[in-house]
């Protein structure tokens, strides 16, 4: 059997245009693994975000766990609580209208 001299450098162009088509077309192709190295960065990112508060909550719980002192300043501050015999004072700051002795004050005071 003779091979043919055309037939050899025919058929490793024709595999190099199928190998080339894959590689741009078919699946894991360059545009596919760009696109899965922008969605792993991001997701990193995310997950990274994700990492940092679940280390701030397990941080705030073992302190709410081991000390009464945050428990307290948590309650002051966002549940507004007070000791027993404790008096809460507010200040109010002046202002232009206000009354004294029961009747309004004179713009030029």
Sequence with gaps: MKIRPYLVPVTLALLLLVLQGQLWFGRGSVPDVKQLRDKLATLEAENAEL????????????????????????????????????????YAKPNAKAVTNGKPAAAGQ
């Design 51 to 90: 990492k940092r508060r679940n280390e701030q909550i397990a941080n705030e719980v073992r302190d709410l766990q081991e000390g009464l002192e945050v428990i307290e300043t948590y309650a002051r501050k966002e549940l507004g609580m007070l000791k027993n015999n404790e008096i809460f004072v507010q």
